[in-house]
């Protein structure tokens, strides 16, 4: 099994950055994928940004220019950089991992989530 711990969140005035990190660990062959998600209190939760391991990365447009997914594969850590952010970014952050397990199975797991406020 794989768990996740996130860190990072807090609280920043608007204009300000963060960096979100998310460090897997446990037994498992390879990470595959890394996505983040928020969640925002009264709405659903929705993906913010992600990339494939050695691959390619999306962003939702509400994030595109002000945040950036980024990995290092030696710690089995993933970061979201967030820049230039506004109060509309307050949110839970959660991190979600898609990974193979050791019996070559895929399957994926959900941070704890860390809390972003952005306000003055």
């Known amino acids: 099994q794989v768990q996740l711990v996130e860190s990072g969140g807090g609280l920043v005035q608007p204009g300000g950055s963060l960096k979100l990190s998310c460090a897997a660990s446990?037994?498992?062959?390879?990470?595959?994928?890394m996505a983040w998600y928020r969640q925002a209190p009264g709405k659903q939760r929705e993906l913010v940004a992600g990339?494939?391991?050695?691959?390619?990365?999306a962003y939702a447009d509400s994030v595109k220019g002000r945040f950036t997914v980024s990995g290092d594969n030696a710690k089995n850590t993933g970061y979201l950089q967030m820049n230039n952010l506004e109060p509309d970014d307050t949110a839970v952050y959660y991190c979600?991992?898609?990974?193979?397990?050791?019996?070559?199975?895929?399957?994926?797991?959900w941070g704890q989530g860390t809390q972003v406020t952005v306000s003055s």
């Open positions: 979600n991992v898609d990974y193979y397990g050791v019996e070559g199975t895929r399957d994926h797991v």
């Open positions: 446990g037994s498992f062959f390879r990470l595959y994928a």
């Open positions: 990339f494939i391991v050695g691959g390619s990365t």
